[in-house]
């Protein structure tokens, strides 16, 4: 089934279809269509991968049906993404992915590449940085917006009727998506008010269900021109398009609702109004690009600091003990008369290593979005061409790595050094849910933020405990995405 150290030939799409020869990497052949379906589970694919890592050495191609290099060890991932991070900064140029995932082809801060990647990151990085007379959104502005949304949802919450059987799903969802809306559009909903926010969430949900959970969508990658196909390219190709059409209309609304009222001598008070200030005398910066990047930033940062927050509660609910622990850190240090702020980490090991643990074992995206080779690189002494599809498999590396004692095992102890207080660099550095290099994820100061307020604000003022006579299910759902199965709990308030 396998070869090792040879030279084998793959099926290549760029923009003109060849044959590709990628010398000594180990290669997992491409099977008749029964066995490798066999071998290779679209279903559990996380499943599949983490077979595939275990008989197989660090850096080696599967195919899906696409030939894509897997690096599997932290080292070698940190070597190609960040010691050689110029060579690894590209993205598939694939009909399907830039047609049909991206907003538009070219555009936002994830799917782009080349000179108009590097601007819309560095503005948009610029934006959330600095946003404007020097002002900080990371530390003041986002940080008080985060606060707001956990503090609409603890009172939700509070507010709900029958403790005894909550489904903490859609509360936690209107609480993440207003972080989002709030940074980008300057607009935060009442969860009574969220109707507009949660139809677009549902939307979004439905569509990223819609292409994870689909071998057509991996079949039109592998293979492009069946998207010119009648009937074969609608399922390949054009529901996904269409999809992606449909989420997008709630982020073309807004962006032209702001755009069409602000003045661009005000100070702006959200991202959008803060990128059209800069695309004054910048033709790199243009509305549609503008309308790219909140959609990258919704897609990226909505379904999975959710998810991770979903998984949190389960885990919590299961773990007693760990949970009490929890909430004793939380009143020692911050008491019951006010919410816990970012500032307030500092003083607070055990929930950042519970914060830093649920990113590591929930580790919820089974691939990380792919790169692509800008020149001939060579990693460990692997030599990986120009125009490569590369997965750094952050998935296994943080289930599978050596470092991590008992990898399956939710142990958020493991971050805290012998005194009780310091915090072990060496796994920090290992904990990489937002990948490494010059493509992590741009995002990730807000969903840190979200993550640790939202967990500690929940377990501040609530007791979290599986409903009378059910047992925590922590078996995920298949797909791309590990997502958790709809569960509903009991909580009870500690605090008034």
């Known amino acids: 089934k396998c070869a090792r150290d040879v030279s084998s030939p793959l ?26 379906t066999s071998a290779f589970d ?58 049909a995932v991206a907003f538009a082809p070219n555009t936002g801060v994830t799917n782009a590449n080349g000179d108009n990647w590097k601007e819309q990151r560095r503005t948009a990085i610029a934006i959330l940085r600095d946003f404007g007379m020097g002002k900080n959104l990371m530390e003041e502005q986002m940080c008080a917006q985060v606060r707001s949304s956990v503090e609409l949802y603890i009172r939700h919450l509070k507010s709900i009727v029958d403790k005894n059987n909550v489904d903490m799903r859609w509360p936690i969802q209107v609480m993440v998506s207003n972080v989002i809306n709030d940074v980008l559009f300057g607009q935060r909903y009442t969860h009574e008010e969220s109707k507009p926010l949660m139809d677009y969430v549902r939307d979004l949900n439905k569509y990223l269900d819609l292409v994870t959970n689909s071998m057509g969508i991996m079949l039109g990658m592998g293979f492009p021109f069946l998207a010119k196909l009648p009937w074969i390219g609608w399922h390949v190709f054009g529901k996904f398009k ?44 243009d509305k549609v690009n503008l309308m790219a990047t909140c959609a990258d930033f919704f897609m990226g940062g909505q379904e999975t600091t959710t998810t991770t927050l979903r998984w949190a509660m389960l885990l919590f609910a299961k773990n007693q003990d760990l949970q009490e622990k929890l909430r004793a850190e939380v009143h020692a240090v911050v008491g019951t008369d006010r919410l816990p702020t970012i500032a307030d980490q500092i003083n607070m090991p055990f929930a950042r290593a519970c914060a830093l ?33 590369v997965n750094g498999d952050i998935h296994y590396v943080m289930a599978n790595d050596p470092l991590f004692e008992h990898p399956q095992k939710f142990d958020p102890s493991r971050y805290i050094a012998e005194d009780g207080k310091t915090m072990r660099k060496e796994l920090i550095e290992r904990t990489i849910p937002f990948s490494i290099g010059k493509r992590a994820c ?19 003022h ?28 009991r909580i009870e308030c500690v605090t008034e």
Request: one cysteine or more.
């Open 242 to 285: 269409h999809g992606m059409e449909q989420v997008n209309v709630y982020i073309v609304a807004n962006v032209d609702r702001i755009l069409a009222d602000y003045d661009v001598e005000i100070e702006p008070t959200c991202f959008v109004e803060a990128y059209a200030q800069k695309m004054r005398g910048n033709d790199k910066l």
């Open 357 to 389: 643990e649920l990113q590591r074992f929930c580790n919820i995206l089974v691939t990380n979005v792919f790169r692509v080779t800008t020149r001939d690189v060579e990693i460990r002494g692997q030599l990986i061409p120009e125009g490569t599809w």
């Open 42 to 99: 679209f279903k559990a694919q996380h499943k599949t991968f983490d077979k595939f890592g275990h008989e197989h050495p660090p850096i080696y191609t599967v195919f899906s049906p696409m030939a894509v290099v897997q690096i599997t060890d932290f080292v070698a991932i940190r070597e190609a993404f960040v010691d050689n991070g110029d060579a690894f900064s590209g993205r598939p140029a694939n009909k399907i992915i830039q047609e």
């Open 11 to 36: 099926p290549w799409s760029g923009r003109c279809s060849r044959l590709l020869y990628i010398p000594i990497l180990p290669i997992c052949r491409p099977l008749p269509e029964r066995a490798a």
């Open 442 to 460: 741009p995002g990730k100061g807000i969903a840190s933020v979200e993550l640790f307020l939202g967990l500690t604000a929940t377990f501040q």
């Open 462 to 489: 609530f007791i979290l405990s599986p409903c009378e006579g059910e047992e925590i299910d922590l078996e995920p759902t298949p797909g791309l995405m590990l997502l958790p199965k709809p569960q509903r709990l």
